[in-house]
T-cell receptor, first 115, second 111 residues
């Protein structure tokens, strides 16, 4: 157990729907990073939050949004889902606002299937 | 040009073989070089990291960095079936906001 908790583990939904993925960072970590992993694209950075505030944005679609709550857990909202959004979504956490040479700690991911 | 390039494989070798996994990168400012291992249906986990050029050994694993050619390698000696996983390289610049990963090389060690 890495200490980073992601729920749900699996999600199957229809096109056009909206889903929420949840992440609880490792105890003491203030940063949460969201990544999308697909077979052809590898791990793609979506967005980072540090202590409740958005810190960095990657290739995140406008249909996607995220937030980090006062208890530091984070939610990634995906709306108007398309078949191409099917992927593994990972959350990672780190202590500070930027990753150190230890990188960060990943959760086990949420597998999203859009049908 | 992608910031980090990694041959996605797949790579299949017999048990006991020496495995060589490689990445190239474009940003000469990278200082730390990490290797993550990802088992099927799991999140990536840090395997080892090196700072600047040179070698670092950890058991059967050796990480090698050649900053002059922007080339990163991970060697696995006496490979075991339990080493079957996807290996991702992640060069990093201190203070950078995020890690950028290579696409990952899928490795299978056959008993």
């Amino acid at each position: 157990d890495s200490g980073v908790t992601q729920t749900p583990k699996h999600l199957i939904t229809a096109t056009g729907q909206r889903v929420t993925l949840r992440c609880s960072p490792r105890s003491g970590d203030l940063s949460v990073y969201w990544y999308q992993q697909s077979l052809d694209q590898g791990l793609q950075f979506l967005i980072q939050y540090y202590n409740g505030e958005e810190r960095a944005k990657g290739n995140i679609l406008e249909r996607f949004s995220a937030q980090q709550f006062p208890d530091l857990h984070s939610e990634l909202n995906l709306s108007s889902l398309e078949l191409g959004d099917s992927a593994l979504y990972f959350c990672a956490s780190s202590v500070g606002g930027t990753p150190t040479h230890y990188g960060y700690t990943f959760g086990s991911g949420t597998r999203l299937t859009v049908v | 040009q992608k910031e980090v390039e990694q041959d996605p494989g797949p790579l299949s070798v017999p048990e006991g073989a020496i495995v060589s996994l490689n990445c190239t990168y474009s940003n000469s400012a990278f200082q730390y070089f990490m290797w993550y291992r990802q088992y099927s249906r799991k999140g990536p986990e840090l395997l080892m990291y090196t700072y600047s050029s040179g070698n670092k050994e950890d058991g059967r694993f050796t990480a090698q960095v050649d900053k002059s050619s922007k080339y990163i390698s991970l060697f696995i000696r006496d490979s075991q079936p339990s080493d079957s996983a996807t290996y991702l390289c992640a060069p990093h610049l201190r203070g950078a906001q995020k890690l950028v990963f290579g696409q990952g090389t899928r490795l299978t060690i056959n008993p």
